[in-house]
């Protein structure tokens, strides 16, 4: 059993004032592995208060300056990427592959800013005016349990970038990961203030970040139901927000695909991250025409897809982070079938040899109508609606007839019509034959997905504001 008794503030590891405890689990067998001393308002204002203090000194530091900080930052995320692993597996679950891609990640998302920060434009002439790009402020960065550790150090690193200072406040249910990071962060030798950290739950913690004075800026990375209450908060104070919210992505196969060549992307799109991922792609599309084709090699590929112990390399999905969370997916599962839609792989209960732990058996669905909830609602888990169209034009009327607009994929043998079709697609991103990442490129939402961009210099602008200087 471990315990998490400290939060960081101004530098230091400071005791929280905050007395509850949170459990930390083992998703993969259901036991409690440790707990976690949670912060309560006086942390968050205690944290707000050291970060505005830091804010003059650190907002006019010069690129050079930042670059060494970060690049610090990094070398010390570098150097404790295996504890990050062992974290990531414990606390979250993720399968083998996917939890190696996590603990590098904080690494690379440091070196994309570091590269962004070095060619950011942060003066401009127009016409008579100078235009420079100044930091808005104290920010509030609040962070997601299923890739915490990126989430963290992929908005700090922008933040610091930018010359804002920070008030982080991760999952409560990642605070093992989060030890680790601000372990890395100590050791990266920040300057005091700059960032600080502080565990709690949303509802006090974030409470206060999204209402105080001092926090000139939200970065928020979690469900539409949060980010909205965060908007309504912020408004008060005239915050500058970037929410990047759920997702309900649609695949959209054409009629030329090779099926070979798709049914294996669409299965990744959809299973991402164990299906806890806010782009994965849970509607996929398919011609009329080809329809049964198609419901037999995803059903046959879903079969093959293993859940079950995340050491296990032979495993492609992990369980889902917490109980509560296994329930949702379970009732989904149950309401898909009460809905009408047809069950092809997978189903209720827990995969052969799981133990107790929170695993989902990878389901489909096909004769998925796009108005069923199990179409429009999202489930963050592994199960999969397949949707019959007519034509391009009713396949994009199906992607584009839904709430959120957050991720895309088109797949199909002729490029060019791949591409067009792509266009039409109201999605922050859309992918066309790849499930290639582009970390220079924004990313962020249309709809409810959210609000502002992150990622590449519209990620550094965003913690910015444009001052016009007409001489």
């Known amino acids: 059993m471990q315990s998490v008794e400290h939060i960081s503030i101004n530098g230091e590891w400071v005791t929280p004032q905050g007395t509850e405890r949170f459990d930390l689990f083992n998703p993969a067998t259901g036991d409690v592995t440790g707990q976690v001393r949670l912060a ?15 804010f003059p000194a650190w907002s006019q530091t010069r690129v050079g300056e930042r670059v060494a900080a970060l690049t610090r930052m990094r070398e010390a995320l570098a150097a404790c990427e295996e504890e990050l692993l062992q974290a990531i597996v414990q606390e979250y679950g993720a399968p083998a592959a996917r939890a190696v891609w996590m603990a590098r990640y904080p690494v690379a998302v440091i070196d994309q800013v570091i590269s962004d920060l070095q060619q950011f434009a942060f003066t401009s002439q127009v016409g008579h005016a100078r235009v420079e790009m100044t930091p808005l402020g104290v920010a509030g960065l609040i962070t997601p349990w299923n890739s915490n550790a990126g989430f963290i150090c992929g908005k700090l690193a922008a933040a610091l970038a930018a010359g804002c200072t920070a008030v982080i406040k991760p999952s409560e249910m990642s605070a093992w990961q989060t030890q680790v990071v601000t372990r890395a962060l100590h050791q990266a030798q920040l300057p005091p203030g700059v960032f600080n950290i502080v565990t709690g739950r949303g509802e006090v913690v974030g409470e206060v970040l999204s209402r105080h004075p001092d926090i000139a800026k939200i970065s928020f990375t979690g469900s539409t139901v949060t980010g909205k209450a ?37 299965i990744q799109a959809g299973f991402i991250n164990s299906g806890q991922a806010c782009i994965a ?27 079950g112990d995340p050491h296990d390399p032979s495993h492609d999905i992990g369980p889902m982070v917490s109980e509560k969370q296994w329930q949702r997916v379970q009732s989904y599962i149950r309401l898909g079938q009460q809905e009408g839609a047809r069950l092809l792989a997978g189903g209720e209960g827990r995969p052969e040899n799981s ?24 489930i963050f888990g592994p199960v999969l609606s397949v949707i019959g169209y007519q034509d391009d034009a009713h396949a994009v009327a ?54 502002g961009r992150e990622m590449g210099r519209w990620g550094l602008a965003a913690f910015m504001e444009p001052k016009t200087i007409v001489m």
Do not use: C
Request: glycine share 8%; charged share 25%.
């Open 40 to 54: 309560n308002e006086v942390d968050a204002l205690n944290a707000i208060a050291a970060a505005k203090a830091a």
């Open 230 to 266: 965060i908007l309504r908060n912020a408004a008060d104070t005239f915050k500058r927000v970037t929410l990047e919210l759920g997702g309900k992505s649609p695949t959209l196969i054409l009629d030329d695909a090779d099926p070979a060549t798709a049914v294996p992307l669409a």
């Open 281 to 307: 792609g849970t509607r996929i599309l398919v011609p009329n025409s080809r329809k049964a084709e198609y419901e037999a090699a995803l059903a046959q590929a879903v079969a093959a897809v293993k859940s």
């Open 355 to 378: 133990g107790q732990g929170w695993f989902v058996r990878p389901t489909l669905f096909t004769d998925v109508d796009n108005a069923m909830r199990i179409a429009r609602e999202e």
């Open 398 to 451: 199906i992607a584009n007839d839904t709430d959120y607009g957050l991720s895309a994929l088109v797949l199909g043998r002729d490029v060019e019509r791949a591409r067009r079709v792509a266009a039409q697609i109201v999605s922050g991103r859309v992918q066309v034959n790849t499930l290639a990442h582009e970390a220079g490129a924004p990313f962020g939402g249309f709809k409810h997905s959210g609000i």
